[in-house]
């Protein structure tokens, strides 16, 4: 009897250590398959939440803790899968190019996003969603650029941060959040100038020029939002 019970003992363990980590899930998605036992997750969004950001980053928050994964990758219900297995065949044999995920998280950012799927609300900056949005993003760029030399060259004030601003003001939360950390982390990347600071002057026109057409842009755009009032 007592040899019995550890042979069947030996087989419960052996059989969990076979099926891998339970999936996790939560509010609107659950955890389909994945790479490296978790280390890249593949997570099936549920059908009336597909443009629902906060899924996103539940899932996120769930599946990567701790440093728990290096990937997410977002599928819709009926979406092909990649099969569960290494990451280093996966991208061996095309990686994501060989699917349609409605979104990629990587290294602190969405670094793919279906625009039409998984809406225009919860897209990150790089994704570009909708009309004029990446003249709109260049020109919040070019304007952080322009105010990052004040410092870095000694240009005069330009005033690009309030425009900014002014233009995210009546954006969605999570895309005024974006616009303005774009705007300062490359505010912070300008501070210092050109590489050689010999070249403040001979690239100086450039970025007038630039920002110049930047806040043509944002201010365009703040003009057609209120119906020509602002």
């Known amino acids: 009897m007592k040899s019995s019970n550890f042979a069947l003992a030996a087989l419960t363990l052996l059989l969990g250590a076979c099926s891998g980590p339970t999936p996790i899930q939560g509010n609107g998605w659950r955890e389909v398959g994945s790479l490296d036992d978790g280390t890249i997750p593949f997570v099936e969004v549920q059908a009336n939440k597909l443009k629902d ?3 996103y980053q539940d899932a996120i928050r769930r599946l990567c803790q701790n440093g728990g994964c290096m990937e997410v990758g977002f599928f819709a219900p009926g979406d092909a899968l990649p099969p569960s297995g290494r990451r280093s065949s996966f991208f061996q044999s095309g990686g994501w190019g060989n699917y349609q ?4 998280y990587m290294g602190g950012e969405f670094t793919k996003w279906d625009c039409q799927r998984a809406g ?3 897209a990150p900056l790089s994704a570009l969603c ?3 949005a990446k003249e ?3 020109a919040v760029l070019d304007l952080a650029t322009r105010d990052g030399w004040v410092r ?3 240009l005069p004030p330009y005033g690009g941060r309030q425009l900014v601003e002014q233009f995210a003001e009546k954006l969605p939360e999570i895309r005024r959040r974006q616009i303005m950390s774009s705007y300062d982390e490359m505010l912070d990347e300008s501070s210092s100038g050109p590489d050689d600071p ?3 002057e001979a690239l100086r026109s450039n970025i007038e ?4 057409r930047a806040r043509a842009t944002l201010r365009a755009t703040i003009k057609k939002r209120t119906n020509g009032k602002a």
Do not use: W
Not at 209 to 212: F, H, L, N, T, V
């Open 130 to 132: 909708g009309e004029g």
């Open 209 to 212: 020029r630039k920002a110049e």
């Open 101 to 104: 995920p409605l979104a990629v």
């Open 53 to 55: 950001g906060s899924v």
């Open 136 to 138: 709109q993003y260049d």
């Open 152 to 154: 870095g060259c000694g």
């Open 198 to 200: 010999l070249d403040c």
């Open 120 to 122: 225009e609300d919860a």
